[in-house]
């Protein structure tokens, strides 16, 4: 399988602290993306970091890359109870005919206000 | 400038019915991802068109499962003869150039099949 994986499955944290989820995927990519999908709803994009960069900002979240290790990490900062969702990772399997990705299991974030 | 609309939002079908999932991308957009998702679960790659092409459909169960993306109107995905095992959301995706950027999603389309 071409998934990643999430770590934690599950995270639960009390408004205002950092949050910080890992995926570990298999193959070589190009590029790496983190999703947000609230319950019951589409699937929002946050960020995408591509193979040769290490780290990604975006108002509070930081992304990492790290290549070697195939994994990748997502941190929220002074996270709110509106980032109550589950994020997912996905990779582009080192395909270069489209956007083809491939999601992992995702981690269920909680904040509790 | 309209995000991806997917319909209907909600479909219910009985074993051995046909489901009909529509998805009109964004505008200006050519590329139309197809993803499954079962619940607890992450989404799942079905199947990746450009117009009026077929360009990745390894994620796509080779029996019932069809999908096109006419010259006009929405891409559609088709499910012949349903199963209980087919309910799932199914999400639709939209990019405006191959490779390298995000993709645009649907709010997905609920199939039930009772």
């Known amino acids: 399988s071409q998934q990643g994986e999430e770590d934690p499955q599950a995270l639960s944290i009390q408004e205002g602290e950092n949050a910080t989820m890992n995926c570990s995927y298999k193959t070589s990519i190009n590029n790496l993306q983190w999703y947000r999908q609230n319950s019951g709803r589409g699937l929002v994009h946050l960020i995408l970091?591509?193979?040769?960069?290490r780290e990604k900002h975006s108002g509070r979240l930081r992304v990492t890359l790290d290549t070697s290790k195939k994994s990748s990490s997502l941190l929220i900062t002074a996270s709110r109870a509106a980032d109550t969702a589950s994020y997912f990772c996905a990779t582009d399997a080192g395909k270069n005919t489209g956007n083809q990705f491939y999601f992992g299991t995702g981690t269920s974030l909680t904040v509790i206000p | 400038n309209a995000g991806v609309m997917q319909n209907p939002r909600h479909l219910v079908r009985r074993r051995g019915q046909e489901a009909r999932l529509r998805c009109s991308p964004m505008k200006g957009h050519s590329h139309v991802y197809w993803y499954r998702q079962l619940p607890e679960e992450g989404l799942k790659f079905m199947v990746y068109l450009q117009k009026e092409n077929i360009i990745d459909e390894s994620g796509m169960p080779k029996e019932r499962f069809s999908a096109e993306f006419p010259k006009e109107g929405p891409s559609i995905l088709r499910i012949q003869q349903v199963v209980r095992g087919d309910s799932a959301a199914y999400f639709c995706?939209?990019?405006?150039?191959?490779?390298?950027?995000?993709?645009?999603f649907g709010q997905g389309t609920r199939l039930t099949v009772v």
């Open positions: 970091i591509r193979s040769n960069e």
């Open positions: 995706a939209s990019s405006p150039r191959a490779g390298g950027h995000e993709a645009f």
